[in-house]
C-alpha cells in the first residue's frame, strides 16, 4: 500500500491552469450569464441558491450539477461555475480539489470507490483491492484503457458493519468477496 | 411497557424508511406539540435535565450549548446546524439513524430550532450518503405538506425551513467550524475560536450545532420527560446509545443499549465475539480517532467519563475490534493513512507531521523500520496535542497511536528486530 497522502484526493495532480483571457476574467459576474452552462444546469443552481443568504453555498452543488452531466469537472465548466456564482476561478478551484467526490480530471465511465479504512482493513480489503487492480489492469488514481472503470481509494463509506465495501457510482456494496466484486464489476459496462 | 429503545423501535425489518403515517401513529411529533406548548427557554430546561451529551464524540452538554446563544434576539437569523457529515472510521451510527426514522430528527430539528430561535436549519450530509440524502430529502417535503415545517407549525407563531446540504467528501467537513465554512461555500477549513458558533456562526449568526443522534434523542426527552430519558441510562450520561461494533468480530452491527454498557458486553454478546480461534487483542471504543482499550478494561460502562481513566474516550460509541490475527502496526497504519490523507493542511504540524508518521509505520510494516523510528512517533504523539494544532483532527489521530506504542510495544519491536511484519 503506498503512502501517497495527498494524491488521493481526487485524481491525481490538478490539471495545469490556462491563464484566464483579458475579457473574460473581468466580465461581470452573473448579470451576464454564463455562454456554457446549459439553462437546465443554471436552474438547478438557481433552486439550490434559493435556500440559501448567499449564492456562493451551492458551489459544491454547481460543481456536482455539471459533473453529473460531463463525468468531471474540466477548466472551462469551473470557469462558468465561477462566472455564475461570482466567484474567481482560483476559489472555486480551491473548493473543487477540496472534496474527494469532485474529480478535476477525466474519469471512466463508472468509478469505484473502495474504502481502505479500518474496519475495512481488518476484514481483508487489501486482498480485494490487488484482485481489483489485477481484473483491471489499473493502479489506484487510474482509468481502464477503455475508460469502463477508475478505481479510487475512498475513506471509511459508513459501511463498516458490512465490511469489505466499495462504492460504484451511487451504489454501495458490502459483504465484498473477489467473486461478489466480479459479478458486480460486469452489470456496469 | 416503557419503551427502552425509543430511537430505533419503530424502525422496519424491510429496510424502508418509517413514513410519516407509521411514525405519527407510534406517537410521533407528540414531543414538538410539547414543545411548543412550553416557553424556548423551558424546553432547554428540559434537555438540561435529561443529561443529554453530544454525540458526535466530544460529549458536550447539549442544553448548555444552546444556552450560550444570546437571547438578545437582535441578531437574526439563527441557524441550527445538524452534522451529518459521519466519516469517521468505523462509524456508522447516524446513516441507520437517518435511513431508518428519518421524521424522528426532522422533529427534533425542529424542536431544537424553536428552543434557539433558529428560523433556518440545514441538515448537512456526507456525499457518499445517497439513500440518507434521498431519503431525508423525501421525508422533508412529507413534512412539509403535513404542516410540520414552513410557517406557523402546526398553528404556532413558530417557522422553520429545512434542508439538506449534500456535501462531497472529506472528514474535515464534519469538524464544526469547517462545516460551518462548507455551508457557506468555502473550502471547508476550521475557523479560529473564539467566538464559538453559538455566538458567531455561519454567515456570523448564532448558530446551535449538533450531531444526528443527539438530536434524534430530542423528541423522546421532550414526549417522556427528562426523567424518562435519564432513566433509560445505566450511568450519570442520559438516554441509550446506539453503539456499534465492527472489524474482527462474528456478528459486526449496531444496537441500541442503554447509555453505560461495557464494551465486553457489547463485543462478546451483541457481536457474538472474536472468531473462533482468534484471540481479542484490544478495540477503539468510539472510531479512528479514540486510544485502544485492552481486555482488562472491556467492564468500564462506555460513557462520556468512564474511559477517561483508561486513557481512552467513548467518541461515536462504534467500536472496532482488533484480534491476533491482523498485525497492530498494519492497522495503524490504516488509520494513519486515513488522517493524513484527510488533513485539510491549513496548520505545518498536522500537515507534515501525519504523513511523516504514516510513512514511518510503513517503513516498519515493510521489515525497513529502525529502533530510533519508534521514539520519533512517540515524539508526534507528545506534540500533536489540542493547542499547538489548529483543530481536533491531529490529536485525534495520534491518541490510537499513542495507545498502539504503549500497548503493543513488543509488536512495534519485532518489527524492527526481525526486518519484517510477523504476520506477513
Ligand atoms: C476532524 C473532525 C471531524 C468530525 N466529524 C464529525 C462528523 O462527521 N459528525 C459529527 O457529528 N461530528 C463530527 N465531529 C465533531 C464535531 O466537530 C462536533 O463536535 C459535533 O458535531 C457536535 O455535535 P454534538 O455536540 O451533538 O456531539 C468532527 C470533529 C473533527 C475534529
Ligand atoms: S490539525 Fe490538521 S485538519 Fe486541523 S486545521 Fe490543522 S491541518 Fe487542518
Ligand atoms: S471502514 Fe470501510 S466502510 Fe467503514
Redesign the interface.
Known amino acids: 500500500m503506498g503512502v501517497s497522502p495527498m494524491s488521493s484526493t481526487g485524481v491525481g495532480p490538478v490539471a495545469k491552469k490556462k491563464k484566464l483571457p483579458e475579457t473574460r476574467a473581468r466580465r461581470p459576474c452573473h448579470e451576464m450569464g454564463s455562454i456554457m452552462l446549459s439553462d437546465e444546469v443554471k436552474k438547478e443552481i438557481d433552486a439550490e441558491a434559493r435556500h440559501y443568504p448567499q449564492r456562493r453555498a451551492v458551489v459544491a452543488e454547481a460543481l456536482k450539477a455539471v459533473q453529473a452531466r460531463r463525468g468531471w469537472v474540466d477548466d472551462e465548466s469551473l470557469r462558468d461555475v465561477a462566472d455564475y456564482l461570482g466567484l474567481s476561478f482560483d476559489e472555486v478551484d480551491s473548493i473543487a480539489t477540496f472534496y474527494n467526490l469532485i474529480f478535476r480530471q477525466p474519469v471512466g465511465r463508472h468509478v469505484i470507490l473502495i474504502c481502505d479504512s479500518v474496519s475495512c482493513y481488518l476484514t481483508g480489503y487489501e486482498k480485494l483491492l490487488d484482485h481489483l487492480k489485477k481484473k483491471l489492469g489499473i493502479a489506484l488514481g487510474q482509468t481502464t484503457a477503455d475508460g469502463r472503470f477508475t478505481l479510487l481509494p475512498n475513506a471509511c463509506l459508513g459501511l463498516c458493519e458490512q465490511a469489505p465495501a466499495m462504492m460504484i457510482d451511487n451504489e454501495t456494496y458490502g459483504h465484498l468477496t473477489a467473486a461478489r466484486i466480479d459479478e458486480i464489476l460486469g452489470k456496469h459496462e | 411497557m416503557i419503551e427502552d429503545k425509543p430511537l430505533t423501535s419503530r424502525m422496519r425489518s424491510d429496510g424502508r424508511a418509517v413514513s410519516l403515517q407509521e411514525y405519527v401513529a407510534a406517537g410521533g411529533y407528540q414531543g414538538l406539540r410539547a414543545a411548543l406548548q412550553l416557553s424556548r427557554h423551558q424546553v432547554i430546561e428540559q434537555v438540561a435535565h435529561s443529561n443529554l451529551k453530544g454525540r458526535g464524540g466530544a460529549g458536550f452538554p447539549t442544553a448548555k450549548k444552546w444556552g450560550l446563544i444570546p437571547t438578545d434576539l437582535a441578531r437574526q437569523p439563527r441557524y441550527f446546524v445538524v452534522n451529518a457529515d459521519?466519516?469517521?472510521?468505523?462509524?456508522?451510527k447516524?446513516?441507520l439513524l437517518m435511513e431508518g426514522d428519518p421524521h424522528q430528527l426532522i422533529e427534533g430539528m425542529i424542536i431544537g430550532s424553536y428552543a434557539v430561535y433558529a428560523s433556518v436549519a440545514y441538515l448537512f450530509i456526507?456525499?457518499?450518503?445517497?439513500?440518507s440524502n434521498e431519503v431525508m430529502k423525501q421525508a422533508i417535503a412529507e413534512a412539509y405538506q403535513a404542516g410540520y415545517l414552513g410557517q406557523k407549525i402546526l398553528g404556532s407563531d413558530f417557522g422553520l425551513?429545512l434542508?439538506v446540504?449534500?456535501?462531497?467528501?472529506?472528514?474535515m467537513c464534519g469538524e464544526e467550524t469547517a462545516t460551518l465554512n462548507?455551508?457557506?461555500?468555502?473550502?471547508?477549513i476550521p475557523r479560529f475560536k473564539p467566538p464559538h458558533p453559538p455566538v458567531v456562526g455561519v454567515?456570523g449568526k448564532p448558530t446551535a450545532f449538533n450531531n444526528v443522534e443527539t438530536i434524534c434523542c430530542v423528541p423522546h426527552i421532550l414526549r417522556e420527560g427528562a426523567h424518562y430519558f435519564r432513566s433509560l441510562s445505566r450511568t450519570e450520561d442520559g438516554g441509550t446509545k446506539i453503539y456499534?461494533?465492527?472489524?474482527?468480530v462474528k456478528t459486526?452491527?449496531?444496537w441500541e443499549l442503554p447509555m453505560g454498557t461495557s464494551a465486553r458486553e457489547i463485543i462478546f454478546e451483541h457481536a457474538g465475539g472474536v472468531p473462533d480461534g482468534c484471540r481479542f487483542r484490544g478495540c477503539?471504543p468510539g472510531g479512528?480517532s479514540t486510544a485502544f482499550l485492552l481486555e482488562d478494561h472491556l467492564d468500564a460502562p462506555m460513557d462520556f467519563m468512564s474511559l477517561q481513566a483508561h486513557g481512552s474516550r467513548l467518541g461515536t460509541g462504534?467500536l472496532?475490534?482488533?484480534d491476533d490475527t491482523?498485525c497492530p502496526v498494519?492497522?495503524m497504519?490504516?488509520?494513519e493513512?486515513?488522517f493524513?490523507?484527510?488533513?485539510?493542511g491549513w496548520c505545518t504540524p498536522c500537515r507534515e507531521g501525519?504523513?511523516w508518521i504514516?510513512?514511518m509505520l510503513?517503513a516498519l510494516e515493510k521489515g525497513q523500520g529502525r529502533q530510533e523510528d519508534l521514539h520519533i512517533l512517540q515524539e508526534h504523539c507528545d506534540l500533536l496535542l489540542l493547542g499547538r494544532t489548529f483543530c481536533a483532527l491531529a490529536p485525534g489521530a495520534v491518541d490510537p497511536l499513542r495507545s498502539a506504542l504503549k500497548y503493543f510495544h513488543d509488536d512495534f519491536r519485532r518489527h524492527v528486530i526481525n526486518r519484517r511484519c510477523p504476520w506477513s
Open positions: 459521519e466519516m469517521e472510521p468505523g462509524t456508522m447516524d446513516r456526507r456525499g457518499e450518503y445517497r439513500q425551513d434542508h446540504h449534500t456535501s462531497a467528501g472529506r472528514y462548507a455551508l457557506e461555500g468555502k473550502r471547508a454567515w456499534g461494533a465492527s472489524g474482527r459486526p452491527g449496531l477503539l479512528a462504534t472496532v475490534v482488533l491482523v498494519g492497522m497504519l490504516s488509520l493513512i486515513f493524513a490523507r484527510e488533513s485539510c501525519l504523513p504514516a510513512a510503513e
